[in-house]
Every structure is written in structure tokens, then in C-alpha cells.
């Protein structure tokens, strides 16, 4: 997982709150065997519509996305985090994150970063009269930056850290393998191996 | 104080110990892999460039989405067909041993596991697979995991987990003539609830588990996750150690010696205190089937279809009104009286070669009811084989039963074997949701012995009815 310290992009007001994960990432795309590739499944039925945030050329390539309260709400499917990171999203800002979304949210790299509603409607009214302004999402600071106007965001002590330090789950438990190595050389000879196979 | 058999072995699988409430790191001794919940796992290890630290403690087979009949023939549906595919090429690229369709060893996972020797006591199992609940009848700590665990456990062997709570359930005294393990769980899940075993650890206890046979006791801890327990178990004894003993992956010689004589440790102690305790009286448990829409939903075949107005608690009473609309029953009418139209002999729960011995005896010069259908699907091609040398497959090709290949099929419907709307089915899987057998198909979960009578008289039977 990369690293993350700051992260400047253009910023995406989706004006929309209860955003649930089946809008995210409709059920359809689950099917698929990849772990890449989910770009066009993001919003994928919004995006049929013209007037899609999305659709419009200022914020196309946006890597922020600003959106209203309880994002991520529904299925746990961590399908949706891998759509927004494919797509180009590195951060996502909400005045409210639905548990299982955050989490994931936290393991698959991408910040997710709670601002008062007050501050999203500020940077919603910046990013719409300005189309293609860039938000800086400061990690260190946990600062957010739109124009003029610095804002705090509130993200866990623990998941900013991972993602300071560019760690997913399997990283950070590696970090301790010399225990796993030791536990390894102390289990008993007994326990079964498939390789090489018997039948 | 004394500890539990699922405390004892979690402990005995500490890698660390998490601090200030952080999850331990326990390790995995067995990892099972199948086509449908890996693909993401193997790619985020590709993308990441990590291997697979213990191919030797893992194994794949094919199960949920292989064709049951034409097996030699390409399968037809695309989407199968891409997840079969892309689990022989990762198991190649990262070395992992896989049985295949074709492959005497292919089979459900959870059938196959134990079948080689390699669930064995004192285990911990994970696979990406709610019924890996199963493997705990051997007294290992066995659970289902999700896709991104299962990179997690192919990265690391070992998996963070939060501690949990344990739960006794003991079944006390002697089973009725005709009343199985599938009843057991049955009326387990009707008295807890589905969430009842939620954040738990369940052991089956007392007397009437003690008796019964390893599959039957695979068969009681694959429905665990039905009341709604990540796992439960089984203290090993006798009928454990004889059933791993010369399986091929079984410790022999001194192995073995050491093996037999850890796995007596593994009992919970006298002293230990669960923290819930559940008791039923075998002599009660009559066979049982479901009338609903979820496990929980079931009562005594010798009960009729129950009257939701009669039902105190609000949201039991509209999950009771939902679920007789979708299955079409009105309130009063006995269980005895529903006829089906397909009896579905297979899946996870029920597939081993005692359930198909067991329904053989029951079908062995009878005739099938008119327009039944009845489809007996082995749990693995080893099993298939052992039927076909005891004149098994004989007996349910002269009823009328169609003789397929192994795999999960009509449990969940991933390959062609699914119900049509409408279909009612007798079925001796774990899930009776709507539309898992087949969008609009209507189930009703029962023992393999309630299965067989049911094709003999076309409605909801026990072989009791019979004569």
C-alpha cells in the first residue's frame, strides 16, 4: 500500500447524503474475479444519468470526493473502496462514515475524513462555483484545504498512522514474522501438511 | 479456573497476544481454499507481490460452481467457468494443491478436508466459507472467513481475531428411533434462534452427542453458523481418533502416539464456566423440518404450519407472515400434509456416506411418489465411488433418484442444479432463504431420512410413515 502524508486533487461535491454501497458499487460488478479494474463500476447507474457530477468535464478526473452525511452506509462489500481507489479517488470527505466503510475504507489505503457539514457545505459552494478547484487533504495536519479555507478533518489516531505509514493488513502483521517464524518452529511435528499429498 | 475446549485450543495458537483489547494473532493450521470466495485474495497478493507463505498447510478443490452431470464437457456458464479457470491458474502460479473436476479428491471443501485426514483435533481451519463451522466436529477451532482474510491467512498463516464467547449445549440422553443429528440441529436453531449463537463459540455436550457417529457430528457443527456462531465444536474421544486413524494425512508412528495423547487434553475442563448454557433432552427431538424462510423456522414434522396471528413478539410474527406468503402455506395445516415437488439429497450438512446409506435403506424396494424429483448429489467424488462399491447408487437409481457428481450443487444453486419458481423442495442442506435454491423456490430443510420418506409419499414423511 503507498504511503499517504498529503494529497492534493481536484475536488468532486457530491451533493448526497446515505450514499450506500450498493450505489458505490452496484451488486452486479461483484461477480468479477479481479481485484482491479472497478473504475466504470463506480456510481455506475449515476453515471447514466448526464448530469452526474461526474459527467461533467471540470471534475472528471477528481481525487476527492466531498460528499454529505452517513457515506458507505449497507453491504459490507469491500468492492467499494477498490471502485473509488480505481477510479482515481484517494480521499473521501463526509460530515459522517458508516462503521464497516471506514474500516475498509482504512485497509484498502484510501482516507476517509470526517468534516463538520457546516465545512462541507463551504467547500461544496468553493468546488461549485469554481469547477476543478483543488483540495489539499493534509494527513499530517489533518487539514483540509480548498482555496482560501483550512479546515480540520477527524480521522483515528490508529488509521492515520497505516496510512502514514503505507500499511495494510498483511503489512502490518508481517511486521511481526519473526514471531510467526517462531511460532512456526515450535508447533508439533504431528500437524498435518497437504503438500506432499496423500490420498 | 478450568478452561473450555475452544479456549484451550485458541490458546494453544497465540502467535501475540494483542494488547489494550487489539485482536490476537492466531495461526491457522489448515487453510481450505475454493473458487469463489479466492480470486481476490490470490490477485491482492499478485499486486502486492507476496507469495503464499504456507502452501503445504493449504488446499483447493472446486465445489460450488461445478456441474453435476457432463462433467467432461466444458461448463456453460461463463461466470462458473471464469472462477473455476482462474482458481487452476493460482493454483499453479503459488504452488497450492488442488483437486479438480474429474479428480477423485474433488468435492465439497468441507467434505474433502476431513475425508484425507487433514481436519484433525486441536485444529484451527479457516476457509472462505461460512460452513467451515463444520471441521469442529473433530474438536478444532474451525470458522468461515472473508475474501480479504483469506489473503491475509495465504500471506501470513495466521489471521487477527478478537476473543469470543462460549456456549454449552448439551444434549442430554438417548436419541429416538429416526430422529438424526439433522434434527438435533434443528430444533438447537428453533429453541436459540438464528442469532442466538451470535459472538459465541458453541460445544456440543452431553450423552446423545457423545453417540453419535463423526459425520453426524460434522453434521450438527456445519449448522452452527445457522444459529448464528462462527463456530462450533466437539470434544475428540475415541470415535474421533478411530475415525482420523489411516486417513492419508493422519499422523502415524510415534506421531500418531503424540498426536492421540495431546488430543485427550482437549476437553473442557470440570471446573470451567461458559458464559451461556443451553440444555435439551434427546428423548424430545423428534424428526424435524422447517416451515419458514430461515433455519430458526422449524418444528416437529408431527406439527402443523404455526398461525403468525399467534405469534406475542412483533417482528417474529411478521417474519412469520413473509415467510408463509413466499412459501405458499396457510396457518393449521400439518406438516405431513405438504407436498414437494423435488427432494434434494446433498450439500456440506448432509452428503457423507452415511446420509446416503442411511436414505438408501429407507428408498430399498419402495417406489417414488409420482412426479417427484429426486437428485442425490454425493459430497465428493470419494464418497461417489464408496457409494457405487456398496450398490448405493443401484438402490437410488432403481427408485428414480438421479445419480450426479459431487459438489455443492441445489444447496445454493451456482451451477444448473437450481429449483424453478414455485418448486417446493424437501432438502437436506442449511439454508431455507428465499430463492437460494433457485429464484421463487420454496424449501424446507430436513434429515437425510425424512428426505427419502418424503420421495416415497410425496409429502413431508418420516420413515415411520411408511408402514
Redesign the interface.
Known amino acids: ?1 503507498e504511503k499517504i502524508t498529503t494529497h492534493t486533487g481536484v475536488g468532486v461535491p457530491l451533493r448526497r447524503s446515505n450514499v450506500d454501497t450498493d450505489q458505490i458499487i452496484p451488486a452486479v460488478y461483484l ?1 468479477r ?4 479494474g472497478f473504475e466504470d463500476a463506480l456510481f455506475a447507474r449515476w453515471r447514466k444519468q448526464d448530469d452526474f457530477v461526474l459527467n461533467h468535464e471540470a471534475y472528471r478526473n477528481g481525487s476527492v470526493l466531498v460528499a454529505g452525511p452517513d457515506f458507505g452506509t449497507g453491504s459490507s462489500r ?1 468492492h467499494a473502496v477498490w471502485a473509488l481507489n480505481d477510479y482515481g479517488f484517494r480521499a473521501v470527505l463526509s460530515p459522517r462514515f458508516a462503521d464497516i466503510f471506514r474500516g475498509n475504507a482504512g ?1 484498502g489505503g484510501l482516507v476517509a475524513g470526517e468534516v463538520e457539514q457546516s465545512d462541507i457545505e463551504l467547500i461544496w459552494k468553493i468546488l461549485e462555483n469554481q469547477p476543478g478547484t483543488e483540495v489539499t487533504v493534509d494527513l499530517v495536519e489533518r487539514t483540509v484545504t480548498c482555496d482560501t479555507l483550512t479546515v480540520p478533518f477527524q480521522i483515528d489516531d490508529y488509521t492515520r498512522w497505516r496510512l502514514l505509514e503505507g500499511l ?3 503489512g502490518l ?2 511486521q ?2 519473526e ?2 517464524t517462531e ?2 518452529s515450535r ?9 506432499p ?3 | 479456573m478450568g478452561r473450555t475446549l475452544a479456549e484451550k485450543v485458541w490458546t494453544d495458537h497465540v502467535v501475540r497476544a494483542g494488547e489494550n483489547g487489539a485482536p490476537d494473532l492466531i495461526y491457522i493450521d489448515l487453510h481450505l481454499v475454493h473458487e469463489v470466495t479466492s480470486p481476490q485474495a490470490f490477485e491482492g497478493l499478485r499486486l502486492a507481490g507476496r507469495p503464499v507463505r504456507r502452501p503445504d498447510l493449504t488446499i483447493a478443490t472446486e465445489d460450488h460452481n461445478t456441474p453435476t452431470i457432463d462433467i467432461d464437457k466444458p461448463i456453460a456458464d461463463l461466470t462458473s467457468r471464469t472462477q473455476i479457470e482462474t482458481l487452476r491458474r493460482n493454483a499453479e502460479e503459488f504452488g497450492i494443491r488442488l483437486h479438480s473436476l474429474g479428480d477423485a479428491e474433488q468435492g465439497i471443501v468441507h467434505v474433502v478436508g476431513p475425508q484425507l485426514g487433514l481436519t484433525q483435533p486441536g485444529m484451527t481451519v479457516v476457509c472462505g466459507d461460512s460452513h467451515t463451522s463444520t471441521h469442529g466436529a473433530f474438536g478444532a477451532l474451525a470458522m468461515g472467513i472473508g475474501t480479504s482474510e483469506v489473503e491475509h491467512v495465504l500471506a501470513t498463516q495466521t489471521l487477527s481475531l478478537k476473543p469470543f464467547k462460549t456456549m454449552a449445549i448439551t444434549v442430554n440422553g438417548e436419541l429416538p428411533e429416526g430422529s438424526t443429528a439433522k434434527d438435533i440441529i434443528l430444533a438447537i436453531i428453533a429453541k436459540i434462534g438464528t442469532g442466538g449463537g451470535q459472538g459465541y463459540v458453541l460445544e456440543y455436550r452431553g450423552e446423545a452427542i457423545e453417540k453419535l457417529s463423526m459425520e453426524a457430528r460434522m453434521t450438527i457443527c456445519n449448522m452452527s453458523i445457522e444459529a448464528g456462531a462462527r463456530a462450533g465444536m466437539v470434544a475428540p474421544d475415541q470415535t474421533t481418533f478411530d475415525y482420523v486413524q489411516d486417513r492419508p494425512h493422519a499422523p502415524q508412528g510415534a506421531d500418531w502416539d503424540a498426536a492421540v495423547e495431546y488430543w485427550k487434553t482437549l476437553r473442557t475442563d470440570d471446573d470451567a464456566v461458559f458464559d451461556a448454557e443451553v440444555v435439551l433432552e434427546a428423548s424430545d427431538i423428534e424428526p424435524f423440518v422447517t416451515w419458514g424462510t430461515n433455519p430458526g423456522q422449524g418444528l416437529p414434522l408431527s406439527a402443523s404450519v404455526p398461525d403468525p396471528a399467534k405469534i406475542a413478539d412483533e417482528n417474529e410474527r411478521i417474519a412469520a407472515e413473509n415467510a408463509l406468503a413466499y412459501m405458499d402455506l396457510e396457518p393449521g395445516t400439518p406438516l405431513r400434509e405438504i407436498s414437494v415437488d423435488t427432494v434434494f439429497l446433498g450439500s456440506c450438512t448432509n452428503s457423507r456416506i452415511e446420509d446416503l446409506r442411511g436414505a438408501a435403506a429407507v428408498l430399498k424396494g419402495r417406489t417414488k411418489a409420482p412426479n417427484i424429483r429426486m437428485m442425490v448429489v454425493p459430497g465428493s467424488a470419494r464418497v461417489r465411488l464408496q457409494a457405487e462399491a456398496e450398490g448405493i447408487d443401484q438402490v437410488f437409481k432403481d427408485f428414480g433418484a438421479e445419480w450426479r457428481f459431487a459438489g455443492c450443487s441445489m444447496c445454493l444453486g451456482m451451477n444448473p442444479d437450481q429449483l424453478s419458481e414455485g418448486e417446493r423442495c424437501a432438502s437436506t442442506s442449511n439454508r431455507n432463504f428465499e430463492g437460494r435454491q433457485g429464484k421463487g423456490g420454496r424449501t424446507h430443510l430436513v434429515s437425510p431420512l425424512v428426505a427419502a420418506a418424503t420421495a416415497v409419499r410425496g409429502t413431508l414423511s418420516s420413515p415411520a410413515d411408511l408402514d
Open positions: 500500500m461477480k474475479v479481479t481485484r482491479t469491500e485497509k495494510d493488513d498483511i502483521t508481517l511481526h514474522e514471531d510467526i511460532f512456526e508447533r508439533p511435528d504431528f500437524k498435518p501438511r497437504t503438500l499429498a496423500r490420498t
